[in-house]
């Protein structure tokens, strides 16, 4: 994830910048239901998520080590 605030300063920042991307909570939440998961099925589950974003979403997760793909 791009560095938005000063990790040195606050320990919390790492968190606190992937908790405030819109989807990925909503994409957490849907993961955790009911993993494993694939895209298509999170696509259906999340109505109003683009493709686009929704792939982006699930990139970064896994660059941060929050997700693992298979």
């Known amino acids: 994830m791009a560095k938005k605030l000063d990790y040195e300063y606050c320990k ?3 968190m606190l910048e992937w908790l405030g ?8 939440v ?7 998961v694939r895209f298509n099925e ?7 998520v683009s493709e686009k974003v929704l792939s982006q979403v699930l990139r ?3 660059t941060d080590g929050i997700i693992h793909r298979e």
């Open 12 to 14: 919390a920042a790492p």
């Open 21 to 28: 991307n819109k989807w990925a909570l909503v994409v957490l």
């Open 30 to 36: 849907k993961i955790f239901e009911n993993e494993p």
């Open 42 to 48: 999170l696509y259906r589950n999340i109505p109003s």
């Open 60 to 62: 970064q997760l896994t």
